[in-house]
């Protein structure tokens, strides 16, 4: 169901992610719902964002093993390809599930707020992380990660409007005069 719960949220946002909606996105007999998330929603999408940047921070740390020599450059490149693939695939269908929560949830008061922002500080951990294994000094390793992770988010959003890859290819091209 958290993975369910991930992907409908990628597709429609928070607000439009019914129970019934995962329960059945799941194939999961109803009872279980309740029995797993005895919170409710907020407690499943909190998870299912949570779920989601452990799968980004994994996504992150797979680029150590596919690099001959490791770049912010060639990191930012790895992780557009990761959505260029999935926009394509899933016909612009699908957005990042931490960003969707964003639209909807950011400024409010709701329960979702703290897994929200635990979900968005993994992901850039990770990509700080990351660039620190590559000798970056601490606070340059954590503004280029706000800058990638901002800008791969923009282009995300902007190629799901569009239904266009092209804005993921502009800012890797881009972003590699800046990242090195």
């Known amino acids: 169901m958290v993975y369910s719960a991930a992907q409908l949220v990628r597709a429609r946002g928070v607000a439009a992610t019914g129970v019934r909606d995962v329960v059945e996105h799941a194939a999961a007999p ?106 970056l000094p601490p606070e340059r390793a954590r503004g280029l990660a706000t800058l990638m992770i901002s800008s791969l988010e923009g282009a995300i959003m902007l190629a799901r409007i569009r239904r266009d890859v092209g804005q993921l290819d502009t800012v890797v091209r881009e972003l590699s005069l800046v990242l090195g």
């Open 30 to 135: 109803r009872g279980s719902f309740q029995h797993y998330f005895p919170r409710g929603k907020d407690q499943l999408v909190g998870e299912a964002l949570i779920w989601s940047a452990e799968f980004a921070a994994s996504w992150v740390t797979a680029y150590r093993r596919t690099a001959d020599v490791p770049s912010p450059a060639g990191l930012f490149a790895h992780l557009a390809a990761w959505w260029r693939e999935d926009l394509t695939t899933r016909r612009y269908a699908r957005g990042c599930p931490v960003m969707a929560a964003a639209a909807d949830l950011a400024g409010s008061d709701s329960p979702v707020t703290e897994p929200l922002r635990t979900a968005a500080d993994r992901w850039e951990d990770a990509v700080r992380d990351e660039l620190a294994r590559m000798g």
